[in-house]
């Protein structure tokens, strides 16, 4: 996979935040960003919002609106400071407000959803030149672990970036897993890239918790694998593909992107709603890698990496920047060897199959919604 390099990366200045003046956990989380970022007063908007999961879209066109009439086009990114509300519909909050709310994806939320321009794109300058502000939850499983959160994407700004510090790594996880570890086909060839300094892993998941040094850790399962946390560097990226990853309050039985947090990344992905296994509705990881080795910020590695992000949510602290002070281009790649993983199954559900009509609609266009629309 390709990644462009890039000219710059998302400031403080580009930044809007919006806290709920009805959620006293998002008013205290907001009031720690203004001050760790440095944040202006017409930077922030504040309003009221209902504290539940999912907004209506009445309620949904009301924060798009407040948010259009205080936020002018220098702002080119959006932090949210709350976990609730995180959906729309079966849309994420996040996909929502910065591609539009797709209420026709609800009638089968495992198909095909809206394509993102912004996906392995060279720009800073996302609103500028997209006319997309992408957003990011604050979202931690307490005030304080917000807090330190946030207080971790401060301090990994630049970290990374300098001379003769040793190596990061970053976990590739295998499982046994076969609906969820479909993302092993994108996964970079393991070896060091010295030119930025991070070693590729490819090790089994039951083994992150004894991992040292971790930037990016990305797997398949229906638990996140952090039970003990492993090492994390300040800036840690960690995902893993199930399909509830987005619902915060856990409601499903699964493991959510809180449980990354509350191991100590920095910020991390999951989907609301069920989007069977298509490749492009997760984080592709050369694309996130190659992108955040740059000196992308967290929320433009984040966003670039997921093709079709109707129903991802991104939470974390989003100006998180361990490679910051320099640009040193794309993370290199090599052929792959004899440990390269098998192709992809068929796109699955990742719960219970669906009803047979919406299973039939998702297979009838396999054109459109193989895996190596993506991966190739």
């Known amino acids: 996979m390709q990644v462009p390099r890039l000219a710059g990366r998302l400031q403080a200045a580009d930044l809007g935040l919006v806290i709920n003046l009805d959620d006293p956990a998002s008013v205290a989380v907001g009031a720690h960003y203004i001050a760790a970022r440095g944040l202006s007063p017409k930077q922030v908007l504040r309003l009221r919002l209902p504290v539940r999961p999912v907004l209506d879209e009445g309620e949904f066109n009301g924060l798009v609106q407040a948010i259009q009439r205080h936020f002018g086009p220098e702002t080119q990114a959006l932090a949210l400071a709350w976990n609730a509300p995180y959906a729309v519909g079966c849309n994420a909050l996040t996909g929502a407000l910065t591609l539009g709310y797709d209420g026709a994806l609800c009638r089968n939320s495992c198909g095909v959803s809206r394509v993102s321009r912004y996906f392995n794109h060279a720009t800073h300058r996302p609103q500028a030149a997209l006319g997309l502000r992408p957003a990011m939850l604050l979202a931690a499983p307490s005030v304080p672990a917000a807090i330190a959160m946030i207080d971790r994407g401060v301090a990994s700004d630049g970290q990374l970036a300098l001379r003769g510090r040793p190596p990061v790594t970053a976990q590739m996880l295998l499982t046994d897993d076969a609906p969820r570890r479909v993302r092993t086909v994108l996964y970079p060839p393991p070896g060091l890239r010295r030119s930025v300094g991070v070693d590729v892993q490819w090790r089994p998941a039951s083994e992150l918790p004894q991992a040292r040094r971790v930037l990016v850790a990305i797997t398949g399962s229906v638990q996140a694998p952090v039970v003990p946390s492993p090492d994390w560097v300040p800036g840690g990226l960690g995902d893993h593909l199930t399909s509830y990853g987005g619902d915060l309050l856990g409601t499903h039985g699964q493991g959510t992107a809180l449980d990354w947090i509350a191991s100590g990344a920095t910020a991390s992905h999951g989907s609301v709603s069920e989007p069977c296994n298509h490749l492009q509705k997760f984080p592709h990881p050369q694309v996130l890698l190659g992108h955040y080795a740059q000196g992308a910020t967290a929320i433009e590695a984040y966003w670039k990496s997921v093709a079709w992000p109707q129903q991802s949510l991104f939470i974390g602290e989003p100006l998180a920047a361990p490679f910051s002070p320099r640009s040193p281009g794309p993370v290199p790649q090599a052929p792959r060897g004899p440990s390269a993983p098998s192709p992809a199954p068929a796109l699955q559900p990742l719960r219970p199959a669906p009803p ?21």
């Open 356 to 376: 047979a009509s919406a299973a039939s609609s998702a297979a009838a266009s396999p054109a459109r919604t193989a895996p190596s629309s993506v991966a190739g």
